[in-house]
């Protein structure tokens, strides 16, 4: 292999995991405790939220960037969600179930 197809690749490589590890960092795992559909938040009691300059587990009300997420979900649930600060507090933008 010449040596600039290695190096490609060992960067792509590179960037491929680097992504990989954002991504995980910025998912939390959390546990739903309550559901208001019609105010669009929903309660999760949370692991620490580095990306959000969380550094110890709690329980807050999120905002959601699309209430069609919680209809998805019931109380009792465990998902990973991510979240970003907005200037209107804090807004889940996309969570699963856990598996």
């Known amino acids: 292999m010449k040596p600039i197809n290695r190096i490609t690749a060992a960067l792509a490589l590179t960037l491929g995991l680097t992504v990989s590890a954002l991504a995980q960092a910025a998912s939390i795992s959390g546990e739903v405790k309550k559901i208001d559909e019609r105010a669009g938040k929903i309660t999760l009691k949370h ?6 300059g969380m550094d110890e587990p709690m329980t807050m009300v999120y905002r959601v960037k699309d209430p069609a997420m919680l209809k998805q979900v019931k109380v009792g649930d465990k998902v990973t969600f991510e979240a970003e600060e907005a200037s209107s507090g804090y807004t889940v933008t996309k969570m699963q179930k856990a598996k």
């Open 47 to 52: 692991g620490p939220a580095k990306n959000l």
